[in-house]
Protein backbone atom coordinates (compact mmCIF):
# COMPACT_ATOMS: atom_id res chain seq x y z
CA UNK A 1 0.00 0.00 0.00
CA UNK A 2 1.29 3.37 -0.89
CA UNK A 3 2.13 5.94 2.10
CA UNK A 4 0.57 8.99 2.15
CA UNK A 5 2.69 12.35 1.41
CA UNK A 6 1.78 15.90 2.41
CA UNK A 7 3.89 18.76 0.38
CA UNK A 8 3.82 22.43 1.96
CA UNK A 9 6.19 25.14 -0.17
CA UNK A 10 4.98 28.55 -0.76
CA UNK A 11 6.32 28.33 -4.31
CA UNK A 12 3.83 26.94 -6.53
CA UNK A 13 6.88 25.84 -9.35
CA UNK A 14 8.35 24.23 -6.20
CA UNK A 15 5.22 21.73 -5.35
CA UNK A 16 4.44 21.05 -8.89
CA UNK A 17 8.42 20.02 -9.54
CA UNK A 18 8.11 17.84 -6.07
CA UNK A 19 4.48 16.43 -6.77
CA UNK A 20 6.27 15.16 -10.39
CA UNK A 21 8.78 13.62 -8.77
CA UNK A 22 6.99 11.52 -5.92
CA UNK A 23 4.01 10.48 -8.75
CA UNK A 24 6.69 8.78 -10.47
CA UNK A 25 7.51 6.48 -7.03
CA UNK A 26 5.03 3.96 -6.55
CA UNK A 27 5.48 3.59 -3.13
CA UNK A 28 3.98 7.26 -2.34
CA UNK A 29 1.05 8.92 -2.81
CA UNK A 30 0.46 12.50 -2.41
CA UNK A 31 -2.53 13.17 -1.00
CA UNK A 32 -2.40 17.00 -0.60
CA UNK A 33 -0.35 20.09 -1.62
CA UNK A 34 -0.55 23.45 -0.10
CA UNK A 35 1.32 26.87 -0.01
CA UNK A 36 0.67 27.74 3.85
CA UNK A 37 2.27 26.19 6.89
CA UNK A 38 -0.23 27.04 8.98
CA UNK A 39 -3.01 24.69 6.80
CA UNK A 40 -0.08 22.02 6.88
CA UNK A 41 -0.19 22.27 10.55
CA UNK A 42 -3.66 21.84 10.65
CA UNK A 43 -3.57 19.24 7.95
CA UNK A 44 -1.29 17.24 9.73
CA UNK A 45 -2.90 17.03 13.47
CA UNK A 46 -6.18 15.77 12.11
CA UNK A 47 -6.70 12.32 12.22
CA UNK A 48 -8.71 12.32 8.29
CA UNK A 49 -6.09 14.55 6.65
CA UNK A 50 -2.74 13.27 8.50
CA UNK A 51 -0.11 12.15 5.68
CA UNK A 52 2.00 9.77 6.28
CA UNK A 53 5.20 12.12 5.53
CA UNK A 54 5.57 15.28 5.70
CA UNK A 55 8.00 17.02 2.96
CA UNK A 56 8.18 20.51 4.13
CA UNK A 57 10.17 23.54 2.92
CA UNK A 58 12.17 25.41 5.56
CA UNK A 59 11.30 29.16 4.03
CA UNK A 60 8.03 30.07 3.99
CA UNK A 61 5.77 33.30 5.22
CA UNK A 62 3.48 32.43 7.28
CA UNK A 63 5.90 30.34 8.83
CA UNK A 64 9.08 28.93 8.31
CA UNK A 65 9.34 25.21 8.29
CA UNK A 66 11.53 25.37 11.41
CA UNK A 67 8.74 26.46 13.58
CA UNK A 68 6.02 24.19 11.75
CA UNK A 69 8.69 21.03 12.13
CA UNK A 70 8.16 21.97 16.18
CA UNK A 71 4.62 22.39 16.48
CA UNK A 72 3.90 19.18 14.75
CA UNK A 73 6.23 16.89 16.87
CA UNK A 74 5.27 18.60 19.90
CA UNK A 75 1.74 17.54 18.70
CA UNK A 76 2.22 13.92 17.28
CA UNK A 77 4.50 11.44 16.96
CA UNK A 78 2.79 10.23 13.90
CA UNK A 79 4.21 12.35 10.64
CA UNK A 80 7.47 11.70 10.27
CA UNK A 81 9.36 15.05 8.22
CA UNK A 82 11.90 15.69 5.55
CA UNK A 83 12.43 19.25 5.65
CA UNK A 84 13.80 20.64 1.78
CA UNK A 85 15.64 23.48 1.06
CA UNK A 86 17.44 25.49 -1.42
CA UNK A 87 20.04 26.87 0.66
CA UNK A 88 23.13 24.79 1.96
CA UNK A 89 21.91 22.19 4.45
CA UNK A 90 24.82 23.37 7.08
CA UNK A 91 23.03 26.23 7.46
CA UNK A 92 19.81 24.73 8.95
CA UNK A 93 20.31 20.82 9.60
CA UNK A 94 21.04 21.34 13.18
CA UNK A 95 17.63 23.34 14.01
CA UNK A 96 15.57 21.22 11.63
CA UNK A 97 16.73 18.21 13.78
CA UNK A 98 16.44 19.35 17.15
CA UNK A 99 12.80 20.63 16.16
CA UNK A 100 11.96 16.88 15.47
CA UNK A 101 12.68 16.44 11.80
CA UNK A 102 13.91 13.39 10.27
CA UNK A 103 16.11 14.73 7.76
CA UNK A 104 16.95 17.52 5.13
CA UNK A 105 17.89 17.47 1.47
CA UNK A 106 18.17 19.92 -0.91
CA UNK A 107 15.36 21.30 -3.22
CA UNK A 108 17.29 21.01 -6.51
CA UNK A 109 18.55 17.33 -6.02
CA UNK A 110 15.15 14.67 -7.17
CA UNK A 111 17.00 11.74 -6.88
CA UNK A 112 17.94 12.56 -3.45
CA UNK A 113 14.39 13.60 -2.72
CA UNK A 114 13.17 10.36 -3.99
CA UNK A 115 15.77 8.39 -1.62
CA UNK A 116 14.85 10.31 1.08
CA UNK A 117 10.99 10.09 0.94
CA UNK A 118 11.56 6.19 0.57
CA UNK A 119 13.68 6.37 3.49
CA UNK A 120 12.37 8.58 5.90
CA UNK A 121 8.78 7.60 4.92
CA UNK A 122 9.51 3.72 5.84
CA UNK A 123 10.40 5.06 9.45
CA UNK A 124 14.14 5.46 9.11
CA UNK A 125 15.83 9.09 9.09
CA UNK A 126 18.31 10.46 6.51
CA UNK A 127 21.57 10.36 7.75
CA UNK A 128 23.15 14.42 7.65
CA UNK A 129 26.38 14.52 5.57
CA UNK A 130 28.00 18.03 5.55
CA UNK A 131 28.03 19.49 2.45
CA UNK A 132 30.73 21.14 3.11
CA UNK A 133 32.74 17.39 3.04
CA UNK A 134 34.51 18.58 6.21
CA UNK A 135 35.13 15.63 8.70
CA UNK A 136 35.54 18.23 11.42
CA UNK A 137 32.24 19.78 11.10
CA UNK A 138 29.96 19.07 14.13
CA UNK A 139 27.51 15.91 13.24
CA UNK A 140 23.91 16.68 13.40
CA UNK A 141 21.87 13.80 14.12
CA UNK A 142 18.66 13.11 13.22
CA UNK A 143 16.30 11.03 15.19
CA UNK A 144 13.12 8.52 14.09
CA UNK A 145 9.55 10.39 14.81
CA UNK A 146 8.65 8.73 17.91
CA UNK A 147 11.80 9.15 18.84
CA UNK A 148 12.30 13.21 18.62
CA UNK A 149 8.70 13.44 20.17
CA UNK A 150 9.92 11.99 23.37
CA UNK A 151 13.62 14.11 22.78
CA UNK A 152 12.70 17.46 21.39
CA UNK A 153 12.17 20.64 23.63
CA UNK A 154 9.32 22.13 23.55
CA UNK A 155 8.36 25.09 26.12
CA UNK A 156 5.10 25.73 27.76
CA UNK A 157 4.86 28.56 24.74
CA UNK A 158 5.12 25.97 21.88
CA UNK A 159 3.06 23.70 23.86
CA UNK A 160 0.65 26.10 24.03
CA UNK A 161 1.01 27.39 20.15
CA UNK A 162 0.58 23.95 18.91
CA UNK A 163 -3.06 23.35 20.53
CA UNK A 164 -4.28 26.16 18.49
CA UNK A 165 -6.58 25.53 15.02
CA UNK A 166 -4.67 26.50 12.02
CA UNK A 167 -7.33 29.93 11.83
CA UNK A 168 -6.60 30.68 15.19
CA UNK A 169 -3.35 29.90 14.37
CA UNK A 170 -3.25 32.98 11.73
CA UNK A 171 -5.02 35.20 13.59
CA UNK A 172 -2.21 34.51 15.92
CA UNK A 173 0.88 35.34 13.86
CA UNK A 174 -0.84 38.34 12.32
CA UNK A 175 -2.11 40.03 15.64
CA UNK A 176 1.76 39.66 16.81
CA UNK A 177 3.43 40.44 13.60
CA UNK A 178 1.35 43.22 12.03
CA UNK A 179 0.05 45.01 15.13
CA UNK A 180 -3.31 45.28 13.18
CA UNK A 181 -6.76 46.18 14.35
CA UNK A 182 -9.23 43.21 14.24
CA UNK A 183 -10.83 45.28 11.51
CA UNK A 184 -7.94 45.36 9.26
CA UNK A 185 -7.05 41.40 10.04
CA UNK A 186 -10.39 40.57 9.00
CA UNK A 187 -10.58 42.89 5.21
CA UNK A 188 -7.29 40.89 4.91
CA UNK A 189 -8.39 37.47 5.92
CA UNK A 190 -11.31 38.26 3.81
CA UNK A 191 -14.25 37.44 6.75
CA UNK A 192 -16.04 39.43 9.27
CA UNK A 193 -14.55 41.10 11.86
CA UNK A 194 -17.14 39.20 14.23
CA UNK A 195 -14.98 35.96 13.05
CA UNK A 196 -11.24 37.27 13.84
CA UNK A 197 -12.74 38.79 17.47
CA UNK A 198 -14.27 35.45 18.10
CA UNK A 199 -10.81 33.16 17.02
CA UNK A 200 -8.86 35.56 18.72
CA UNK A 201 -11.05 34.89 21.97
CA UNK A 202 -10.67 31.19 21.50
CA UNK A 203 -6.70 31.32 21.30
CA UNK A 204 -6.60 33.49 24.19
CA UNK A 205 -8.37 31.49 26.22
CA UNK A 206 -6.26 27.89 25.02
CA UNK A 207 -2.94 30.42 25.61
CA UNK A 208 -4.11 32.04 28.60
CA UNK A 209 -3.62 35.34 28.17
CA UNK A 210 -5.82 38.01 28.15
CA UNK A 211 -3.61 40.81 27.06
CA UNK A 212 -1.96 41.78 23.48
CA UNK A 213 1.48 42.40 25.02
CA UNK A 214 1.38 39.08 27.01
CA UNK A 215 -0.28 37.01 23.72
CA UNK A 216 3.17 38.48 21.61
CA UNK A 217 5.13 37.44 24.57
CA UNK A 218 4.50 33.71 24.55
CA UNK A 219 4.26 34.11 20.43
CA UNK A 220 8.06 35.05 20.73
CA UNK A 221 8.66 32.70 23.33
CA UNK A 222 7.41 30.03 21.58
CA UNK A 223 9.21 31.21 17.92
CA UNK A 224 12.47 31.28 19.88
CA UNK A 225 12.30 28.01 21.86
Not at 119 to 140: F, H, L, M, N, R
Not at 177 to 183: G, I, M, P, Q
Not at 200 to 211: P, T
Request: net charge negative; hydrophobic share 40%; with cysteine.
Amino acid sequence: MARTVGLVDNDPFTLAALRSVLDDMSSCEVTWAVRSALEAFELCTQENTRPDLLVTDVSMPDMNGITLCRLIRSATPQVPILAITSYNLDVYADQVAAAGAQGIVNKDDPMTISAAVAAVGSGAIWPYKSEQGDDKQPTVTFRTAPQAYGHVETSRAIQAIASLTAKELEVVRMTCETLETFAELAEQLGCAESTVKTLAQRAYKKLGVSKRRELMDLWNQGLQS
